[in-house]
Every structure is written in C-alpha cells, then in structure tokens.
C-alpha cells in the first residue's frame, strides 16, 4: 500500500478529531447546540474509501491501474476531465458499486449560456415544489414515497436475518440498492430542473430555510422533497453557466408583506391561500406573492 494512502487515513482521522473538539469549544461559548461526534474506528466492513495523491496508481483512458495490486481495471468514464488530476479517489458504496473521483486543477472553464434577461423568485412549499415569481409551478414526482412500499418490505427483510450473517449482508445491500434508487431519481430530477431554469432565467433567488426545524414538523414529507439538496445543486448549476444564484435572509418576512405596497397582512393564516391587501386592494396569489418578495429581498432594486 502506498505511504500517501495511509497518510490521507491519518489526515482523515486528524481533521475529525479537530471538528470534534472545536465543537466543543463552541458548544461551550453558546455558539451552536450542534453536536459533532468523537471519531470512531471503523470496522472493516464500514471503511469504504481510499485516496492516492500522487502516485500509487495510473490512467490510461477508462482503464484504472493501482500499483500496489499489480491490477487494472475498467471504469465507465461517462465524462472527461480537464486539467492536472491532483488526487484520485475510489469510494465503495452501500450496494458494493465502486466509483473513481477526481480532482483537478487548471481546468477548463465551462461554456456560459447566453442571456435571457428573465429573472425569478421560487418560494418552496409543500404542496408545490417551486412557485416561480412568473406563476411557474413545479410539482415534486417523491420518489420516496413512490418506494415506500419496496422499503418496507426490504425493512422486514432485514430484521428477520441473523446479524452480520451472509443472509444479513444480502438483504442490506438489496435495502441499500432500493435506497441508492430513490437517491438517484431524485438527484437527476434535480439536476435537470436546475438546467431548465438555468437555461430560461438569468437571476434566481431562493428563500433560506430552517429544515431541521421543519422535519420535526412535517418528518418523512421535508426529507422526500429535499429541497436543502436542490438548493446546492441550483447554486452549483447557476456557477457553472455564468448565471446568478441569490438567497433571501431566513428572518426576511416574505409570505405576510404585499409584494405591491409592502403592508404587512398580520391576520393571514397557513389555510389562507388567497388574500387581498387591506391597504392596495391588490388580489394576492400566497405564493406567487411569496416568490415575488423573495426576488426582492434576495436582488434588491
């Protein structure tokens, strides 16, 4: 095994004893009630990645080879890199699939996509995915909740196995494969929507939301939505293609304020869907109104 392999394993379990205890540290400041974990040593069947910086292994191609195995292997490179591969990756998930990451630097820049001069506000909600400032609505498919069943069946599966046995490891990874599905559903969903909007707007601004606070609510609903991994992966895409990502405070009051004269409709309930300003007479739509102030308030005039 190379040095460099076993020293990314110690760098690893540095930089977790250094998360741990500058939790603490600000835990006792009253900075954050976040808790982070003391590092553990990992099983074998648990430890599932390695890392080669600058030697120990060569690319040629879609052919992988690590020296230290004397062995090459066959990857499906579905896309290229650019640049100079500074650290390489192999990382063995939960079904037993394996994949190669790189990093590299000096690469290429990406094609900008020619402006639209659209921009849009999207206020998240739980019936309606997005609520688009221009009255766009996007419906999640919850891909969660159309596997729901598969995972409970897999879940009883499961429990009636001997723990650790052979018959326990296969009805894991078949529960493991059920989920890896669902994830990737949702993330290509994702993706794809965030080209789409990319593509058609300029400027996007989202609202900032407290979605731990809001599982403790709704539970299973907020996590199948995952609204929180759709805003990384709409703020990666907006790099990506030269387009702006913007983001309203978390205590920037967007639902109650008239998008048209600013007054602020105390009386509005979560059943209120419709509402006219008692100050403008404007007929509101609740969450297209929202979406307009998020605009606002995340690219101020």
Known sequence: ???????????????????????????????????????????????????????????????????????????WKHRDWTGTIKTATLKRDNVGD???????????????????????????????????????????????????????????????????????????????????????????????????LVRKYDTIAIETLNLEGMKRLWGRKISDIAFGEFALILRWTCAKYGKTFAQAGRWTATTKPCSVCGHHNEDLTLSDRQWTCPDCGFHHDRDINAAINILQAGVPA
């Open 98 to 196: 394996y994949s190669l990451y790189l990093s590299c630097e000096d690469c290429e820049p990406s094609e900008e996509l020619p402006l639209t001069g659209n921009v849009a506000g999207a206020d998240f909600g739980m019936k309606t995915f997005l609520t688009l400032s221009d009255n766009t609505r996007i419906t999640s498919p919850e891909f969660y909740k159309q596997g729901l069943n598969a995972i409970r069946s897999a879940n009883k599966a499961l429990s009636r196995k001997q723990y650790l046995s052979s018959g326990w490891f296969r009805a894991k990874r078949h529960l493991c494969r059920i989920h890896k599905k669902i994830a990737n559903q949702r993330r290509d969903w994702f993706f794809k929507l965030a080209l789409r």
């Open 1 to 75: 095994m190379p040095s460099q392999v076993l020293q990314q394993v110690a760098k690893r379990i540095h930089l977790g004893y250094e998360k741990f205890f500058d939790n603490l540290k600000d835990r006792k400041a009253g900075k954050t009630k976040r808790k982070v974990g003391r590092p553990k040593i990992k099983p074998n069947h648990k430890y599932n990645s390695l890392t080669f910086t600058q030697a120990g292994f060569k690319l040629e191609g879609n052919r992988l080879r690590i020296n230290c195995l004397g062995k090459s292997f066959t990857f």
